[in-house]
Nanobody
């Protein structure tokens, strides 16, 4: 069984920084694209950033220049460094990872979510 476990998050003042981590565990062949999504109260879940297995990154316009997604394949972990945080970044953040399992099927998994609250 594949699991994604998130860490990080919390409460920070506007302008501050936080780093989220998401580690994969279980039996699988490869980790493919990794990403972060967020969901604010009363809003739909939205894409924040993605990173491919080759290191290509993509960001939502709202976080470009402030957030950085990265991955450490040896640790099966992805990170989201969030700088210059704004109150509108307040949301529950979820990691999402596509994995190729032992049957060569590609399946996407979600982390448990972690709250990020930015006070003004």
């Amino acid at each position: 069984q594949v699991q994604l476990v998130q860490s990080g998050g919390g409460l920070v003042q506007a302008g501050g920084s936080l780093r989220l981590s998401c580690s994969a565990s279980g039996n699988f062949l490869t980790i493919n694209t990794m990403g972060w999504f967020r969901q604010a109260p009363g809003k739909q879940r939205e894409l924040v950033a993605t990173i491919t297995s080759g290191g290509l990154t993509n960001y939502a316009d709202s976080v470009k220049g402030r957030f950085t997604i990265s991955r450490d394949n040896s640790k099966k972990t992805q990170y989201l460094q969030m700088n210059n945080l704004k109150p509108e970044d307040t949301a529950v953040y979820y990691c999402n990872t596509e994995i190729t399992n032992l049957r060569m099927s590609k399946i996407k998994y979600w982390g448990q979510g972690t709250q990020v609250t930015v006070s003004s």
